[in-house]
């Protein structure tokens, strides 16, 4: 059960009645972007690493969002991003996003990871995340956390760093 290519039964996704109320009413109190995304079927922890990503980054799908974290990819509803793969958000040839999945696999929760995103109109949008994994048994059931978006200051560090190349202004 919940290896990749297992044909066991899917599981119901997310949150639902009252636990859904809940984060909606909590998300709606937050500034970053809230959420949620599921896996079809529960993977084992003790796959192979590059299994293990493979398998999320084709099954995980947004289960749960706030209007924050819709604001930052440019829609005005979360609903409009519920079902949508992991991959429409998360640059999957960046390097560093695949860094970023392994430190999420391997510790399970992490705080201040960044990745790089794009939004609906394609803009790449650097984002500081909190991530938990949410585990049960042997098994991650769905992937949670909470984001801000740091475009604009990895934009100035990027700014910096290449006017310390050059070196002073005379």
Known sequence: RGGVGDE??????????RDREL???YGALLREGLWCF????????SLPEPA?????LEQATLGFCNASLAATYGYADPSELIGRPLTDFLVVDQPENLAYLRDVIHRRSVSGAISLEVDRSGARRWISN?????????EVLRVCGMQR?????AARGAARARKERRGPDL
């Open 8 to 17: 066991g039964p899917a599981r119901e996704s997310g949150p639902s009645g």
């Open 23 to 25: 984060l909606a009413a």
């Open 38 to 45: 599921e896996l079809e079927r529960p993977l084992r922890v």
């Open 52 to 56: 293990l990503i493979d398998a999320v």
């Open 130 to 138: 909190d991530v938990t994994c949410v585990v049960q048994g042997d």
């Open 149 to 153: 978006e740091v475009t604009s200051r």
